[in-house]
């Protein structure tokens, strides 16, 4: 399972919990099989299938394929002024 770092679940509730944003958003990782990447993007709630991962009061949404991929890894952030840069590595021991 995918693990989220103390500075992503910090950069997540920064991207949901403006005021445009609804309540129960979250950060959606989506596996393109045309590109070969990752898509990240803020959703509304889950799609069909995906498997959602809720730590420290935000929520991912993992499309199938991408949580496959990101099995045994974690999701790691660095917060810039207006940016957000999102980066996997593999988990550390302890999982955070």
């Keep these: 399972m995918l693990t989220l770092t103390d500075t992503a679940v910090e950069a997540i509730r920064i991207l949901t919990d403006k005021p445009d944003v609804p309540p129960d958003s979250g950060l959606r990782i989506v596996h393109h099989d045309s590109a070969g990447g990752l898509e990240l993007s ?11 991962i809720e730590t420290g009061g935000v929520r991912v949404f ?4 991408a949580a496959e991929m990101l099995g045994g890894r974690a999701l790691n952030a660095e917060i810039a002024e207006d940016d957000v840069i999102f980066r996997i590595a593999s988990a550390p021991e302890n999982g955070r």
């Design 42 to 52: 803020i959703a509304p709630g889950p799609d069909a299938g995906d498997e959602v």
């Design 62 to 65: 993992l499309q199938t394929t």
